[in-house]
């Protein structure tokens, strides 16, 4: 639902306008060089931070990313009950999908001490962010409160500082709380958790695959999710965007959740989305140039995380790779676009797309042309994509995107080698010969 303080114009299906933007798109100066500075790993999950507290507000980037580590009071001063060493808590985080066991990474957990009957509110221990095994763990921590010793529980929250899965019967992110184990001694504890909510779940660890895509090269900042909320998956891009998945088997389809999440991205970038990317529409058919650019990028999107060249509904599938015949032709319909990009991205050749030696890479793509470079149409975007490319890529791209029906041009000055001149030098107001060898570019040359 919108916020009640930003004037929206709903769409049917799929988007909806805000009229007055104030979102900061940038990074903190520590995040950015943090992000500088961080080693990137294909096979490990980029680290998120757990929230400080479970507060369902959004989180600025002043106030994050940091850890709770806060020690608990010394009660053994407070009622000389005494404490029992320190404890270890640690497990792995997981859903159950189709009878596999899935894990739940970048989800934020809490370790409590239940205290509210006895001390009159629970202390808040510590939180961590499970990794890609969906593995968490607590260490060395002090075990006491103020009736002896810790009465242990955990909390596991489908939230972090960069995305969540929110509840709607509650309003707020899902949550899985594990029973107290009261008074327990020092010493090593293994809680794995399942969690019981799996089609939210699998929804969130979607939404991870996305994030960590765009966060390789520019971290997109909040973006929420409701489910089940809604009979139709749509995208309100407020501050911040909030993605409505309805019930049924919407949450089983990866290209629908990645597809919402684009849109999300697109208004992180933009800050407001393309003009005219609103209303109606059908895959084949032709509307506005902002309609194709927003719901082409959002196509292509998915693409980036699983590579198949296909998009899948519940309704069916469409082969962008292969687009049919019969769609309407030119950048006002959101499959030649999205084609288009791929095209671009991957190293597929097919008919003119033949850029399987100069792709271009997704943080070209992404960061370079889209991040705080508002566009409302492809064209505009490729005018601005233009200048990160080289040679090759634009040449080749040139073709990619004709291949997709749509008419782009790129200059590319060619490369002068083996200069020569006969007589040496050849003086102003005489004759003589100049030879040179020319490699790439399109153009004209004027000497």
């Not at 520590?30 to 096979?43: A, G, P, R, V």
């Not at 608990?72 to 060493?85: A, F, S, V």
């Not at 050749?349 to 070209?364: A, H, Y």
Request: with cysteine.
């Amino acid at each position: 639902m919108a916020n009640s303080n930003i004037d929206t114009i709903k769409l049917i299906d799929e988007i909806f306008l805000e009229v007055n933007d104030s979102d900061s798109r940038f990074l903190s100066s520590t995040e950015y060089e943090l992000l500088k500075i961080k080693t990137i790993e294909e096979s490990q999950p980029k680290h998120l931070y757990a929230l400080d507290s479970p507060i369902l507000q959004p989180i600025k980037n002043s106030e994050q990313p940091k850890m709770i580590l806060g020690p608990p009071q010394d009660d053994n001063i407070k009622t000389n009950l005494g404490c029992d060493g320190t404890i270890n808590v640690s497990g792995f985080v997981y859903y159950n999908e189709n009878g596999v066991q899935k894990p739940l990474i970048n989800s934020s957990v809490y370790l409590y001490d239940d205290d509210i009957m006895v001390c009159g509110s629970d202390d808040l221990i510590a939180s961590t962010i499970t990794d890609w095994n969906g593995y968490y763990q607590f260490t060395n921590i002090e075990n006491c409160d103020c009736s002896g010793t810790i009465d242990m529980y955990l909390k596991v929250i489908m939230w972090n500082t960069q995305f969540r899965v929110i509840n709607p019967s509650s309003d707020k992110p899902y949550t899985h709380i594990t029973p107290t184990e009261n008074d327990i001694p020092g010493g090593t504890y293994i809680r794995d958790m399942e969690i019981p909510y799996p089609g939210a779940a699998k929804i969130f660890a979607t939404i991870n695959l996305g994030w960590n895509v765009a966060a390789q090269s520019q971290w997109p900042g909040d973006i929420w999710t409701r489910y089940p909320d809604g009979t139709w998956p749509f995208t309100e891009v407020g501050n911040p965007p909030i993605i409505y998945i309805p019930g049924g088997s919407w949450y089983n389809f990866p290209d629908v959740i990645l597809h919402e999440y684009a849109h999300g991205l697109m208004k992180k970038a933009y800050g407001i989305m393309p003009n005219n990317s609103g209303g109606t529409h059908y895959i084949h058919l032709c509307y506005t140039e902002g309609l194709g650019w927003a719901e082409d990028w959002a196509n292509f999107y998915p693409q980036v995380i699983n590579n198949d060249g296909s998009l899948d509904f519940p309704f069916g599938s469409i082969n962008i790779e292969r687009i049919p015949n019969y769609f309407c032709e030119g950048q006002t319909n959101e499959a030649r676009v999205a084609g288009a990009l791929l095209d671009l991205w991957d190293i597929n050749n097919d008919s003119l797309d033949q850029n399987s030696n100069s792709p271009i890479p997704f943080v070209t793509l992404w960061r370079d042309a889209m991040w705080g470079k508002r566009k409302n149409s492809f064209s505009e975007y490729w005018n601005t994509l233009h200048p990160y490319l080289t040679c090759n890529q634009k040449l080749s791209g040139v073709q990619s995107v004709k291949n997709n029906t749509i008419t782009v041009s790129s200059i590319c000055p060619p490369i002068i080698s083996n200069f020569t001149q006969s007589p040496k030098p050849i003086y102003q107001g005489t004759s003589g010969t100049v030879t040179c060898n020319l490699s790439q570019g399109n153009g004209d040359l004027t000497y």
